[in-house]
């Protein structure tokens, strides 16, 4: 609990949230969690599949920037089709942004190499202020804050030829306004993804082992924030990883991102951390992130033929 000044805390509430929502959360597993990074990839393998995520950010100091949620999504092969869902929360000290969202994807290919996904999501966004457990100067607390709700779209498409994969989507379409004014800095910015990479099997001895280098780049352009992230994913049977740089077009360097976890044919756990390299401060900055995917064995059906992604990205 914080003992403040009344009236400079009305000016913080007010104000600042205008700021806080002009961008999304920066993830770093965008390979761990598909359908939160495009909607195309829903439903995009043969079984049922639930992600659970969470990301503490700016570890040293008092911001306590708290995201997790879960996605969850299912191939609906006799339509070539995959539906899903995905709830997220975004904790910012008494700033929290509740989001839930459906994701559709339509499957097509092209030949017997090249596969087309195209995705849609919608859903609401709630922005609400908890003041309950704020403490003044006079003993005084607020029990109600201010809450928003609006509506929420996006669009993606990725492709797969070969070893290559790619991807683009567009978040925010409507880029809705969060604050009780319509004015720049309170909207929601339209956010701008697409990535490239490239799945390298490395030979092996033995069939069971499985060796992979998947160098991959991502570029995210949101409002003025401009970021690219570019590294390496890798798997060594059973051990997965990758490190990557995250900076902007200048380039002015952010983070370098490490990522190490156990994968199976069921499931796959992943924790990365983001060790600042580029904002000088008297903390250290960073930021940890852990993820769990589940996937539940589903009765196949012979008839319809799945349209899959590698199995790299599952």
Known sequence: MHIINKNIIYLILIIIPSFLYSQDTPYSQYYSNLVMLNPAFTGAIESDRINVFYRNQWLMTDAKFHSFGLSYDKNISKYNSGIGVIIKNDIDGVHILSTINITYSYKIKISSDFYLHMGVEGGIIQKYINTSTLIFENNETINSGFNKIVPDFSIGLISFYKEIYSGFSISHITEPYMGNHYSINEKLNRKYTAFLGYTHYLNTRLHSEKRILSPNIL????????????????????????????????????????????????????????????????VILGANEISFTKIFKTKKNKKYKMIECPNFLR
């Open 219 to 282: 570029f995210q352009i949101q409002g003025l924030q401009y970021n690219i992230n570019w590294g390496t994913s890798f798997q060594y049977n059973n051990i997965i990883g990758g490190l990557w740089i995250r900076h902007n077009f200048k380039p002015d360097f952010d983070a370098m991102i490490f990522s190490l976890g156990f994968k199976t044919k069921d499931y796959k756990i992943t924790y990365s951390y983001d060790m600042n390299i580029g904002k000088k401060t008297t």
